[in-house]
């Protein structure tokens, strides 16, 4: 029997957050193409690597966590003592790693075969791809929720792919699928362990996987030219720290008491705010319809939580496509 999580006001702030970091993320990956997929997803993973490793380093030797910090005789020890989350950590790795790659051979096919729209929307199919993959584990989802992922898709399909455009498969959507099932494994895992493991050691070990498999890709296919990577170090500085570090971390964190399809749903955000950043950074206007489908979407997140609205004798919101014990009881 699946433990039913409570959602706190903190825990869709937090993803809502990091679909904003992903949002302009977006930007500077399409500025980083120059450089190589494995290249520029092999620096990036790995300085987020780094970020949060600093931060877990501030975290666990300051204050009360230095005193309540398990000292280990040897190396061997901690290994035998984080087994799951280490192999968590490597399941979302290998995941990220598949999911952010293709996301990057997507975004750099764009001028060939699709628009950055068609990237965002195609990319954000997780939201249909997460609850799909939640049955196969047994997790429930409610008939609103189902409905709230069908308005989602139809406010990102007006968000994101422009009249005209048709919906035939090509090569580079192809490829922008297969990115948002790696992404949908990923929230899978994340669902399913993070209330078990450190949320913040999780995000760095699945970076440090990433960066690694990515990096040992860069070298085997790729030339990595010093002088080019220098001229990307904003770029991917922020898809390293804030999009990569920062941003997932958040995740991990915000999903430890929000449903999966909610946090899907919540996450796909990051399309809209794609859009919003297109605008500010690159001064590309939003017409009508792709407001329009900005709104719907939020519509269909609103849609998401009504049951949980509905609920009176509970202190805390219950995230949708859970039910609680007493429920089942009754």
Known sequence: MEKEKKL???????????ALIWGISFVAQSEGDDIGSFTFQGIRCLLACFAIFIVILIRDNTGKAKLRK????????????????????????????IANN??????GMQGKETSTGRAAFLTALYIIIVPLFGIFFKKKVKLTAWISVAVAVFGLYLLSVKPGEGMSISTADFVLILCAVGFSVQIITVDRYSAEVDGVKLSCIQFLIAGVVSSILMFIFEKPD???????????????????????????????????VLASLLMSLESVFSALAD???????????????????????????MPSLHK??????????DETENAKKS
């Not at 706190?8 to 990091?18: E, K």
Request: hydrophobic share 50%.
């Open 312 to 321: 009176k004798k509970t202190p805390t919101v219950t995230a949708i496509g």
């Open 102 to 107: 293709l996301q990057q051979f997507g975004i």
């Open 226 to 260: 010093l002088h080019q990577i220098l001229g990307q170090a904003v770029p991917l500085l922020y898809s390293g720290v804030m999009s990569g570090g920062v941003a997932f971390t958040l995740q991990i964190i915000g999903q430890k008491r929000c449903n999966h």
């Open 8 to 18: 706190t006001i903190l825990s869709p702030f937090l993803l809502v957050l990091a």
């Open 70 to 97: 398990k000292k280990y005789p040897n190396a061997k020890e901690w290994f035998k003592d984080n087994k799951l989350l280490i192999r968590v950590g490597i399941i979302c790795g290998i995941a990220l790693t």
């Open 279 to 305: 605008w500010v950074i690159r001064g590309n206007t939003m017409n009508q319809r792709e407001i329009l489908g900005c709104a719907i979407m939020f519509a269909a997140i609103i849609l998401a939580q």
